[in-house]
């Protein structure tokens, strides 16, 4: 499976319909870049460790595939490319909502689940951290305080969770194939499918939630800037 297909898949399901395509701020674009960079960079210390550890581009890539993280931080980086060169519908409040609610599962994720796991050193651990734990914390942070607020729609959270449920498809399918699972959580060979499905709904369920959450937020911070409370 190819990593092009499944983000410009998900990019035009999240672009669809957004008629909100209100220009981010020159400061925004900035710091858009700059985490852009991070995220990249993030990525690029993860495929040179695990290239170091198999000395084959196809095979490294075909790894790195296997995780979610891996997906959710490119399309970060992709999208954070396009709002900081102003490039629509990058810049959109339904966009930048995606990107943040999907990392924000990443770390999530990570923090309740997968941390302590693995020993890691050098460039792994690295990449660990920015992609694990940096990521996940700038990117909220930029949405709280530089995205533009009041442009979410109630069918947004259902149009995010498009994303997670192709990954999770994909992964089970590729797990099963290989006999190797991206995640513990979903590793139906030791767990079974009955309680690898409960784990996934679990996390599918909290995952729309948390969107709703979201969209709340958003009103709510839409309202102060209307008041005049909020830059």
Same mark, same amino acid.
């Given at each position: 499976?190819?990593?092009?297909?499944?983000?410009?898949?998900?990019?035009?399901?999240?672009?669809?319909?957004?008629?909100?395509?209100?220009?981010?701020?020159?400061?925004?674009?900035?710091?858009?870049?700059?985490?852009?960079?991070?995220?990249?960079?993030?990525?690029?210390?993860?495929?040179?460790?695990?290239? $170091?550890? $198999?000395?084959?581009?196809?095979?490294?890539?075909?790894?790195?595939?296997?995780?979610?993280?891996?997906?959710? $931080?490119?399309?970060?980086?992709?999208?954070?490319?396009?709002?900081?060169?102003?490039?629509? #519908?990058?810049?959109? #409040?339904?966009?930048?909502?995606?990107?943040?609610?999907?990392?924000?599962?990443?770390?999530?994720?990570?923090?309740?689940?997968?941390?302590?796991?693995?020993?890691?050193?050098?460039?792994?651990?690295?990449?660990?951290?920015?992609?694990?734990?940096?990521?996940?914390?700038?990117?909220?942070?930029?949405?709280?305080?530089?995205?533009?607020?009041?442009?979410?729609?109630?069918?947004? #959270?259902?149009?995010?969770?498009?994303?997670?449920?192709?990954?999770?498809?994909?992964?089970?399918?590729?797990?099963?194939?290989?006999?190797?699972?991206?995640?513990?959580?979903?590793?139906?060979?030791?767990?079974?499918?009955?309680?690898?499905?409960? $784990?996934?709904?679990?996390?599918?369920?909290?995952?729309?939630?948390?969107?709703?959450?979201?969209?709340?937020?958003?009103?709510?911070?839409?309202?102060?800037?209307?008041?005049?409370?909020? #830059?």
């Amino acid at each position: 499976m190819r990593l092009l297909p499944l983000h410009a898949c998900c990019m035009i399901i999240v672009a669809k319909g957004d008629g909100s395509m209100e220009a981010i701020s020159g400061r925004a674009r900035a710091v858009a870049a700059v985490i852009a960079l991070v995220a990249w960079a993030g990525l690029a210390i993860q495929f040179s460790a695990t290239f $170091n550890a $198999n000395d084959a581009i196809a095979e490294t890539l075909w790894i790195l595939l296997r995780y979610f993280t891996v997906w959710t $931080n490119v399309l970060v980086a992709i999208v954070l490319t396009g709002a900081a060169f102003g490039i629509a #519908p990058f810049g959109s #409040p339904r966009m930048l909502g995606f990107i943040t609610l999907s990392i924000l599962l990443v770390g999530i994720v990570y923090v309740l689940l997968l941390r302590g796991l693995l020993e890691l050193s050098g460039g792994a651990m690295l990449a660990d951290i920015i992609l694990h734990q940096i990521v996940p914390v700038l990117v909220p942070l930029f949405w709280l305080f530089l995205a533009p607020k009041g442009g979410l729609g109630k069918w947004d #959270p259902w149009l995010w969770l498009i994303f997670p449920l192709v990954y999770l498809a994909y992964a089970l399918a590729r797990g099963a194939a290989e006999g190797r699972y991206a995640y513990p959580f979903m590793d139906a060979a030791k767990l079974g499918w009955s309680q690898t499905a409960t $784990n996934c709904l679990a996390i599918g369920v909290g995952f729309l939630l948390a969107g709703y959450a979201f969209i709340w937020l958003d009103r709510q911070l839409a309202r102060s800037v209307r008041a005049g409370l909020l #830059p």
